[in-house]
Nanobody, 135 residues
Framework: QLQLVESGGGSVQPGGSLRLSCSAS????????IGWFRQVPGKEREGVSC???????????TYPDSVKGRFTISRDNAKTTVYLEMNSLKPEDTGTYYC?????????????????????????WGQGTQVIVSS
């Protein structure tokens, strides 16, 4: 099971930007579908973005309408880090952000699809990084 580590969270004013990173101790993530989720206390974990494993096309996908056009997921060239670029941040983006790797029992490769990102498709999770958007 992968040990994922998120970084890059922090406190920003509305309209600001943050770039979150997800890595696995230098291991390549190219064969994993990687999802970004967020959670606030009292609410269910919400999928915000996903990038398919490279063998499945490496396609990115963004899910809730509330973040489309503002959040972008990408991989670095070495395929060891997945980023979530978040722009035009709003107070409602506040929460703990988690990255997760798809559960290999569901298949060797993963293609992000559908209208929602299902947490049950992912088997390895990071500890989360907090994002606070406030004036």
């Amino acid at each position: 099971q992968l040990q994922l580590v998120e970084s890059g969270g922090g406190s920003v004013q509305p309209g600001g930007s943050l770039r979150l990173s997800c890595s696995a101790s230098g291991l390549t993530l190219k064969n994993y579908g990687i999802g970004w989720f967020r959670q606030v206390p009292g609410k269910e974990r919400e999928g915000v973005s996903c990038i398919s494993s490279l063998s499945s096309g490496g396609d990115p996908a963004t899910y809730p309408d509330s973040v489309k056009g503002r959040f972008t997921i990408s991989r670095d060239n070495a395929k060891t880090t997945v980023y979530l670029e978040m722009n035009s941040l709003k107070p409602e983006d506040t929460g703990t952000y988690y990255c997760a790797a798809h559960d290999k029992s569901r298949g060797e490769y993963y293609h992000c699809s559908g209208n929602i990102l299902n947490p049950s498709h992912f088997g390895s999770w990071g500890q989360g990084t907090q994002v606070i958007v406030s004036s």
